[in-house]
C-alpha cells in the first residue's frame, strides 16, 4: 500500500481495493475512512430513517406516558399509569410502523381515535382542561395529522 496521501474520495491505482459486505468499493487508505462512513450514513439508508422518523408519532405517545405517569404520581391513579403505558405503547409501535411505510398508519389513527372521544368525553363532563382537555385536543391534532397523511 501506498504511504502517499490521496485526494479525499481517490483511490491510488497501487492501492489495495476492497470490497465490503453491501457491494460497493472503498479505498483501504485512513485518508477515506470518513468518506467511507458518510458513503454509509447517506447512500446506504440511514440518513433516510432518521428522516422518514414519525417524530411527531412518538412526541405524541412520549405526551400520553407522561401523562400516564403523572396522573399516577399526583393521585395515585394506577388506571391513569396502565392506561399511559398501554395507548403509549400502542401509539409508539404505530409511529415506528409509519417510519417503515408511511402508509401504515391504521394503528397510530385507531389509538389517537380512542383517546380522543375517551378524553373528549372526560372534557365535557368535567370541564377541566388538564389532563382531559389537553389530550382530546392533542388527539384531534393527531387525528387529522394522519388522516392528512392517508390522503396523501
Not at 489495495?16 to 462512513?37: D, H, W
Not at 399509569?81 to 401509539?91: D, R
Not at 389517537?112 to 385536543?137: F, T, W
Request: glycine share 14%; proline share 2%; charged share 15%.
Amino acid at each position: 500500500m501506498s504511504q502517499r496521501a490521496h485526494a479525499p474520495g481517490h483511490c491510488g491505482q497501487e492501492e489495495e481495493r476492497a470490497k465490503n459486505p453491501l457491494g460497493s468499493f472503498y479505498c483501504t487508505s485512513a485518508v477515506s475512512f470518513g468518506l467511507q462512513i458518510s458513503d454509509f450514513i447517506f447512500n446506504m439508508g440511514l440518513f433516510r430513517f432518521v428522516t422518514t422518523m414519525d417524530w411527531f408519532g412518538f412526541g405524541y405517545s412520549a405526551a400520553i406516558i407522561f401523562g400516564g405517569f403523572m396522573g399516577y404520581k399526583r393521585k395515585g391513579s394506577v388506571m391513569s399509569l396502565m392506561a399511559g403505558l398501554v395507548f403509549g405503547g400502542i401509539s409508539a409501535y404505530g409511529a415506528y410502523n409509519i417510519s417503515n411505510d408511511t402508509k401504515d398508519f391504521k394503528v397510530s389513527l385507531l389509538a389517537s381515535g380512542v383517546l380522543l372521544v375517551v378524553m373528549g368525553m372526560r372534557y365535557k363532563k368535567s370541564g377541566k382542561l388538564l389532563p382531559a382537555g389537553i389530550m382530546s385536543g392533542l388527539s384531534l391534532l393527531m387525528v387529522i395529522r394522519l388522516l392528512l397523511l392517508a390522503m396523501a
